[in-house]
Structure formats: C-alpha cells, structure tokens
C-alpha cells in the first residue's frame, strides 16, 4: 500500500520506516528541509537502536522516500498519517496549530477519497476539528472530495521504538466508517500475523485511550516516589517494598522504579493536557493533579538531597552527572532530569562535569553557551573522566555502563567519595564498603 507520513521526527519516522520496512510504499514528509536532506543522505537525526540500518535499507530499496512537499507526496497515496508535535499551549492544553495547519493542507490538495490518520497524541475531539479544517479547505476550493478521518495513538517508548512498533501490545483504531476500518486493518495486518492486537472502537475512545494510558504509566511512577520519600523518612529500603510490592501479578514490576521523576516529551504534556481537558469540562481530576505535584516535587530530589549534604550555597564545589538522555536507548533530552539538576548545580554556584552514552551532541545545543565556555559545565568523552576532582557523584539515566563501574578506581579519581544514585542502580552495602557516602531515593548507605 502506499502511504504519507507527516511529520518526519520521532513517531513519524518510525513509523514510516516501519511500515516501509513491511513492504508498503511510504513517502515521509517535514517541513524541516535539513531534516529532510539529512535523511535523504542516510543521517539519522535522533538516536534510536536499530532506526539507522531500517532507513537506510527501506530507502535504497525505494520504498521509504523523504520530501518536504506534502502535496506531491499526496499524489501517490490516499492513507495520511499526520504526525506532528502536539507541544504543551501556556495554559497546559495540546497545542494543535501543526496538526491543524496539515488537515488544512491536506484539505487545500485532496482530489480523491483519502483517510487521514490522527497518529499524534491528541485530545479527545480533536479528529472533529481535523475533519472540519479539511472540509473547510475543500469547500473553499468548492469541491466535495469524500475522506474519512480515523485515530491511531502510538505508544512506541523511545530507546525501544522499532520493537515497540514491530510487535505492538496493541493497535488501538478508532474509525467511523467500515471503510477506513478495512483499509486500517490491511495496512496493519503485516503486523498481526501471530495474532491480531487491533482493537476498534470509537474516535473519541481512541483519543481517550491515549491520554489514559500515559496518566496510568505516570500515576505509577509518581506512587512509587511518593512511597519512596516516605521510606527515606522511616529509614526503609524502597528497593525491597519495590520488590515486594512488584512480584503481586496485580501490581507488577513495571513503572514502579523510584527516581527523579518522569520526563520526556510526553508524559509531562500529557498528563498537563488531560488535567485541562478535565478542567474545561468543569471537573477536578485530584488525581491527576497530585501525581503532577508529586513530579514536580520528585524532578528536584537529588537537588534536595545535595543541598542537604552540602549546604544551600555549592560556590567552590564540582558535581558529575553521569546520564543526560531522558532515558537509556536515546539522545533525547526534552524534559530530561537531568537537564533539571545541571541548572539548579550551576546556578547554586556548583561546577558541573557531564557524561552520555549518546546524548552529548544533543546536550551542547541545549545548555547556554557561555556555561560550557567559561567551565561551569564540562562535557566530558568518557564517564570515567566526568570524575576527576568533583565532590560527589550524580547518576541520573540507567544506562548500563554506569550499572557496574569500578567503585575503586572511582575514588581514586574523585576529591571525595559520594554518590547521589537518582536510580537506585547500587547496592547500598558495596557502595558503603567500597568508601563511599551513598544517596538513593529512598534509600541511604
Ligand atoms: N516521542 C515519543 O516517544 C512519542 C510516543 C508516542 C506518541 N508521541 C506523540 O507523537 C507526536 C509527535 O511526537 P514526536 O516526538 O515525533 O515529535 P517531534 O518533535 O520529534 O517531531 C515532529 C516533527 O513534525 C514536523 N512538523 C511540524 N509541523 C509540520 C508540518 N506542518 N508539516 C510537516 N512536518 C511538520 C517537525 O519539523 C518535526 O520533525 C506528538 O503528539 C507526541 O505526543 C510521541
């Protein structure tokens, strides 16, 4: 089948990759023209395991193909996914204005029955509002061009996207019309053949389902920090109430791991968005505003934690931060931790030495320039470096080379030997009997 992918970023470029990588003809398309030539030239613009070698196959072989042109890409295809960002408006609410601005364009070029896919997260009622803004391009242009418009929330996690997409929980649809439901459910059948995960249901369902699943996955997180900050209360080991709790089939070991709180570029927005969407529907969700309050509280831990060893004012001391990215797997650094951390160090006056895996290209765009000038922040090439004279270590993003380091050649290189483990990823004991001063979230050496 042949299909358009708007919105070349995250979603959309796996997306089209990996229906291209099923035999479909996809044709993605950016507004981001660099983003579009890099592509075009093998230059994979985000950092995900197995993305690079999928493009790079799909495109040589003809069947994944970049343009900044959304009209010529429609001319081959009558399936459109728009899958552009949904950034959070001031007030909390998803912005629409790009998903908005495609439906108008896509209304301004349809000249045969087509399905619009509404791929991006986004609130209930939304794919009305696309149908509207087609239909009002279309009969500006006084044609009457039949289109459907369906919902196809994806909920692929960054650092494992292609097997998120390639073998999917589920494949949520939420059509109106028999029609785009059949074409739907031939474009995914390449991915059901042990067994079919497409559930069907209503649009606004789908739209809900969304919103509701990222609110559970973070209400989670969100619980376990709040139990955690009363285990450092009780002198409790969250770690064992972890295990404890997690090994019950009921509750389960997934998104229960204390840390400093959830970031990304989803969960934060998300969450904002279906409390405004409660809001302007006149209800209070306390729920939800207590797992955002929570978070708020959580993103700032291992600042707390350091300034209660050290003191308000950290002038003359030097942190490493071992982890940038929002999680492991990925250079993504929207609303990471441990971008929250590096500005309240350096702005309490602390120096700041930072390693990533992967994320640190990323990391010197992001942080102002005169930082990295002037040597408030070192980003540095190799974790063990991150070390040298600092007062205390910060981890911050699990990736696996920081699961097992050298505590000894460790405090060798540090001026004094502490450690703020913002993911629980030590054994207090070791760490302890190695020399060091340890700091978990809920949970001390
Ligand atoms: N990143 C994730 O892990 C994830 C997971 C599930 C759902 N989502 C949702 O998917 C959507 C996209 O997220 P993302 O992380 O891929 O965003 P992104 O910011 O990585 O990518 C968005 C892309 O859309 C392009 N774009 C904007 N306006 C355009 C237009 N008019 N025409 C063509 N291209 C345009 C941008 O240039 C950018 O490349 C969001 O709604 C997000 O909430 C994201």
């Known amino acids: 089948m042949q299909l358009t992918v708007v919105g070349t970023g995250y979603v959309g470029l796996v997306t089209g990759t990996c229906f291209a990588e099923m035999g479909h003809h996809v044709t993605c398309v950016d507004i981001d023209a660099n983003k579009v030539a890099q592509l075009e030239q093998g230059i994979i613009p985000i950092h995900e395991p197995g993305l690079e070698s999928l493009v790079k196959a799909n495109h040589a072989e003809g069947r994944l193909k970049f343009t900044t042109s959304l009209a010529d890409a429609m001319r081959d295809s009558n399936i459109y996914f728009i899958a552009v960002g949904t950034p959070p408006g001031e007030d909390g609410s998803a912005d629409l204005q790009h998903v908005i601005g495609v439906a108008k364009e896509i209304g301004k070029n349809l000249t045969d029955y087509a399905v619009v896919v509404d791929k991006s997260t986004v609130p209930v009622g939304t794919a009305d509002k696309v149908r509207e803004a087609i239909a009002g391009e279309l009969g500006i242009r006084g044609v009457g061009v039949p289109f459907d418009v369906v919902s196809n929330p994806e909920f692929l996690k960054e650092g494992a996207a292609i097997e998120d997409f390639m073998k999917p929980d589920r494949i949520v649809i939420g059509a109106e019309s028999d029609k785009a439901a059949e074409l739907m459910g031939r474009l995914y059948a390449p991915f059901n053949r042990s067994y079919d995960r497409t559930i069907f249901m209503g649009i606004r369902d789908a739209e809900m389902t969304k919103y509701a699943a990222n ?63 409660a809001e302007s529907n006149h209800f209070q969700p306390t729920l939800l505003h207590a797992v955002e309050a929570r978070n708020q509280a959580q993103r700032r831990i291992l600042f707390d934690k350091i300034v209660m060893r050290f003191g308000a004012d950290l002038k003359g001391t030097i942190f490493a931060v071992w982890g940038l990215a929002l999680k492991p797997g990925t250079d993504d650094m929207r609303e990471a931790s ?87 990823q030590y054994h207090p004991p070791e ?11 809920g949970r001390r050496g």
């Open 215 to 277: 609110a559970m996955l973070a209400t989670k997180i969100s619980f376990i920090n709040e139990i955690a900050t009363l285990c450092d209360l009780l002198d409790v080991d969250v770690e064992n109430v972890r295990r404890g709790i997690g090994s019950d089939q009921r509750i389960g070991f997934h998104f229960i791991y204390p840390g400093c709180g959830y970031g990304g570029s989803c969960f934060p927005k998300d969450v904002k968005a279906l409390v405004h969407t």
């Open 338 to 424: 441990a971008d929250v951390l590096i500005r309240m160090l350096i702005e309490a006056g602390a120096k700041v030495r930072a390693y990533d895996p992967v994320a640190m290209e990323v990391a010197r765009d992001l942080f102002p320039a005169d930082w990295l000038k002037d040597g408030r922040l070192s980003l540095v090439d190799h974790q063990y470096a991150a070390l040298e004279g600092v007062d205390a270590l910060a981890l911050v993003t699990e990736w696996k080379p920081f699961r097992s380091p050298d505590f000894i050649a460790m405090k060798k290189l540090m001026a004094r030997p502490l450690i703020f483990d913002g993911r629980n």
């Open 431 to 441: 760490v302890v009997e190695a020399g060091f001063e340890y700091f978990g979230i």
